[in-house]
C-alpha cells in the first residue's frame, strides 16, 4: 500500500517537474520571439524565464494558496448560518427569490447577446 502511494507521488512530481521545465522554455521561446523584435528588449535565459513566472505569480496572484477558495468558504458558511435561522417558510421564500433574481439576471443576458 505505501509502495503505491510513493509510486503515485513519484510520478506527480515528475509530471510537474516537467511542467515547469516545459513552461520555463515556452515562457523563454516565447519571451525571445517578440520581445527584443517589438520593444527592443532583451534577450532572456531559460532561468530569467523561470524568474519572471515566479515574479508574476507573487504580483498576480499573491503569496496565498486559493485566496478565492477561502472567500467562497466563508460565504458559504455566511448563507449557512443565514438558512438555519430562517423557519422553512421564510427558507423557501428566499429560495425563491434568488431563483428569481437569476432567471431575471440570464434573461437580461440572453436578450442583450441577441441585440
Not at 35 to 44: A, D, H, Q, Y
Not at 71 to 93: G, N
Request: hydrophobic share 45%; charged share 25%; glycine share 6%.
Amino acid at each position: 500500500m505505501k509502495s503505491k502511494w510513493l509510486l503515485k507521488a513519484g510520478k506527480m512530481l515528475a509530471i510537474a517537474i516537467i511542467a515547469v521545465f516545459v513552461i520555463g522554455c515556452v515562457v523563454m521561446l516565447l519571451w525571445n520571439a517578440l520581445v527584443p523584435e517589438l520593444f527592443k528588449g532583451p534577450v532572456i535565459t531559460y532561468w530569467q524565464a523561470i524568474g519572471l513566472l515566479v515574479l508574476s505569480h507573487i504580483l498576480l496572484r499573491g503569496w496565498g494558496h486559493d485566496r478565492h477558495h477561502w472567500r467562497h468558504e466563508r460565504l458559504s458558511y455566511k448563507l449557512e448560518q443565514r438558512l438555519a435561522a430562517m423557519t422553512p417558510e421564510e427558507r423557501e421564500k428566499f429560495k425563491n427569490r434568488l431563483h428569481h433574481r437569476w432567471h431575471d439576471f440570464r434573461t437580461e443576458g440572453e436578450a442583450e447577446e441577441e441585440k
